[in-house]
Nanobody, 120 residues
């Protein structure tokens, strides 16, 4: 049974930091590219960051560059998102996503999300 379980969300003041975690199980974590997305109320889900299966390459949405850091620990089947200098408009549900293309098939798994609220 595939599971992605996010944690670490909560209430943080503007300018503050949070570290999100996503624990994976039920699939070969080290073979999957991992992504973070977020969805604010009334808005579409947007991509935040990506890390390749080995952790050798990362990429970020422009507005997150320099403030967010994605990392992974394949021994722990966990991906992280370190978020700094958070802004109120970044209040959203943050989702973990695992993706892999294998032959003709694409495997795509989602977590249930964790709420991040940036407010004073």
């Amino acid at each position: 049974q595939v599971q992605l379980v996010e944690s670490g969300g909560g209430l943080v003041e503007p300018g503050g930091s949070l570290r999100l975690s996503c624990a994976a199980s039920g699939f070969t974590f080290s073979s999957y590219t991992m992504n973070w997305y977020r969805q604010a109320p009334g808005k579409e889900r947007e991509w935040v960051a990506t890390i390749t299966s080995t952790g050798g390459s990362t990429s970020y949405a422009d507005s997150m560059k320099g403030r967010f850091t994605i990392s992974r620990d394949n021994a722990k089947n966990t991906v992280y998102l370190e978020m700094n200098s958070l802004k109120p408009e970044e209040t959203a549900v943050y989702y973990c996503n695992a993706r892999r293309v294998y032959g003709m098939r694409q495997y795509n798994y989602w977590g249930q999300g964790t709420q991040v609220t940036v407010s004073s």
